[in-house]
Nanobody, 126 residues
Framework: QVQLVESGGGLVQAGGSLRLSCAASGGTLSSYAMGWFRQAPGKEREFVAAISRSGGRTGYADSVNGRFTISRDNAKNSVSLQMNTLEPEDTAVYYC???????????????????WGQGTQVTVSS
């Protein structure tokens, strides 16, 4: 069973950047399609970005498309989320998630993911 640990969250001013990382242990990350989700206070969890096992396919929520970039390094067993031009609306706890899938599958639905990290807080001040 893979364990996921997020890092890289913090406090940043609007317009700034952060890079989140998700490290995996107990499993080989290349076996999993990966995703990033977020949950703001009082709101439901929402999809942010996803990447296939190969890294060749990615998908983004409309709200972050063009500002965020998901990537993976299977050799290092890690996935990253580069977040640029951050907005106060991006404030949330960010979670990485993993699911067993085909080499090219990406998933936007949280219920399809089998493993979740504990989350990392991102706060964007105006």
């Amino acid at each position: 069973q893979v364990q996921l640990v997020e890092s890289g969250g913090g406090l940043v001013q609007a317009g700034g950047s952060l890079r989140l990382s998700c490290a995996a242990s107990g499993g080989t990350l290349s076996s999993y399609a990966m995703g990033w989700f977020r949950q703001a206070p009082g709101k439901e969890r929402e999809f942010v970005a996803a990447i296939s096992r190969s890294g060749g396919r990615t998908g983004y929520a409309d709200s972050v498309n063009g500002r965020f970039t998901i990537s993976r390094d299977n050799a290092k067993n890690s996935v990253s989320l580069q977040m640029n031009t951050l907005e106060p609306e991006d404030t949330a706890v960010y979670y990485c998630a993993a699911r067993e899938a085909s080499w090219i599958t990406i998933s936007v639905d949280g219920y399809r993911y089998d493993y979740w990290g504990q989350g990392t807080q991102v706060t964007v001040s105006s």
